[in-house]
């Protein structure tokens, strides 16, 4: 099946935050814009659902306050008196020796202040003394690594690794430091770090450079409240939003007199899994099936596969636990991969995280979250049954928690899994992204934004998105 003609201004291929932030800014230029998403609603890793009367998140829950990008975006979405911070009480990790506190000034778990009481109860005097070495070490200690797990050892030793940075990293990125180009997972850290010749001193640089309050925030009802709202202006721009529509093919067609694209005379046919082709001269490519798209127009007509990271599966437990009020972990504990006796990596105690949950939740009921699924897992000591993840959930949590919780205290639960959200920010992976970009810059009025190329968080992601859109309405 081929489109008769160019019925559409821009086609955006993918309807995640990238996505509809894309859009937006198309449709702001007076196009006429299709968005298309391949899953049953738009959203991606920032969609909602609900578990027990109570509307959370399905996925990412904030976002990083670092360089104002978020919070600008989101005053011009008028949500500026929704933005809100989590409380402090702080989050700790699991240990095979105990649980300890992580470091509240840190940087994925890097300490900036090694003596501080909450990094010596976790690392022990001795983790202690080898990390402050760091303060007197060469600058060139170090130097040469091109991973964090190696920059993390050579300078402040293999317990802050193991017991701080690498349950971090888990969390955050679902991979491992060893697998990490430093330069991707914290673009300001390299330059920092030859400032100051000392990871320490450089993370208490960036900490003091971010703005006041927390390094993270997030929205009054959720983070998903973004989607809601950007999905909700798109459609009053008429823009066409379309869920369960999966882009199979992109085709590069002659434009109609020759002077579609930007005078190139270039126009494409984006084929969906159904038969459809919407024709349009310009196309945005907000998805990590990207690269499936654009290989046909790569030299050689293949391209690097992209990292497709863990496969993440999200255990959200509604409880009825009194005990909980008095948030015994703070705001949630991340698992360090030695200890056998959770298989979690991570728990978010929702409820102690957001006062706006906590006001929200009947009293004594609380929202409990556990994340499995690391880079290198098999997945074997996953349940595949829902069933039976909750039932894992609830014994992971009162190992985490210290609270014991059953069946009989489960108000509602909810599983989600995720598959590429979090792609490791790896030097195979940016070498990946590049040959993509490469590509896409070849063929006029295509352009391609994402998590998956940008990076994981709406402070990357935003400012990638708009400068996409910009570049074919320039």
Not at 44 to 58: F, N, W, Y
Not at 67 to 73: D, E, F, K, L, Q
Not at 90 to 106: A, C, E, M, N, Y
Not at 384 to 399: E, K, M, N, Q, Y
């Amino acid at each position: 099946m081929t489109a008769s003609g160019p019925t559409w201004d821009a086609v955006v291929v993918g309807g995640g935050v990238a996505g509809l932030v894309a859009a937006r800014d198309l449709a702001a230029a007076g196009l006429r814009v299709a968005v298309l998403d391949a899953d049953d609603e738009p959203g991606g890793a920032v969609r909602g659902h609900t578990v027990a009367g109570l509307r959370l998140d399905a996925g990412a829950e904030s976002f990083a306050t670092r360089g104002g990008t978020v919070a600008a975006y989101l005053d011009d979405l008028d949500l500026t008196d929704r933005v809100c911070l989590p409380a402090a009480h702080g989050s700790w990790v699991h240990l095979p020796s105990g649980d300890g506190p992580l470091p509240r000034t840190g940087l994925l778990g890097i300490p900036s202040e090694p003596f501080a009481a909450d990094v010596r109860r976790t690392i022990g005097l001795v983790g202690v003394l080898r990390a402050s070495l760091d303060l007197v070490l060469p600058g060139r200690v170090g130097a040469g690594a091109t991973s964090l797990g190696a920059l993390v050892r050579a300078r402040l030793g293999a317990r802050v690794l193991d017991r701080l940075v690498r349950p971090v990293v888990a969390g955050v990125h679902a991979s491992d430091p060893d697998d990490l180009d430093v330069g991707a997972v914290s673009p300001g850290l390299p330059a920092a770090l030859r400032e100051a010749r000392s990871l320490t001193r450089a993370v208490r640089t960036l900490r003091a450079s971010a703005p006041a309050g927390s390094a993270v925030q997030g929205i009054e009802g959720g983070l998903h409240v973004l989607v809601d709202t950007l999905v909700a202006d798109l459609r009053e721009r008429g823009v066409d939003v379309r869920a369960d529509a999966r882009a199979c093919r992109l085709r590069a067609v002659p434009a109609p007199g020759g002077d579609a694209a930007g005078g190139e005379g270039v126009t494409y046919d984006v084929e969906l899994g159904d038969g459809t082709v919407l024709r349009a001269p310009r196309v945005v490519l907000a998805s990590p099936s990207a690269a499936d798209l654009l290989a046909d127009h790569a030299p050689g007509g293949t391209l690097p596969t992209l990292d497709a990271g863990a496969v993440v599966t999200l255990v959200t437990l509604v409880v009825d636990a009194p005990a909980l009020d008095g948030a015994p972990r703070g705001t949630g504990v991340l698992v360090a991969r030695e200890a056998s006796d959770v298989t979690a990596k991570a728990l978010t105690h929702a409820t102690a995280k957001w006062p706006w949950l906590a006001r929200t939740a009947p009293a004594g009921r609380h929202v409990v979250r556990l994340s499995y699924g690391r880079a290198g897992d098999d997945g074997r000591d996953v349940p595949a049954a829902d069933d039976a993840l909750v039932d894992l959930g609830l014994r992971d949590a009162s190992v985490l928690l210290g609270v014991p919780l059953d069946r009989a205290a489960l108000a509602g639960s909810a599983v989600v899994r995720w598959r590429q959200a979090l792609p490791r920010p790896s030097a195979a992976h940016r070498e990946a992204v590049a040959e993509v970009r490469a590509t896409a810059a070849a063929l006029p009025g295509v352009a391609v934004c994402g998590a998956w190329t940008a990076g994981n968080g709406l402070a990357s992601v935003i400012p990638d998105a708009r400068r996409a859109a910009a570049t074919l309405v320039g």
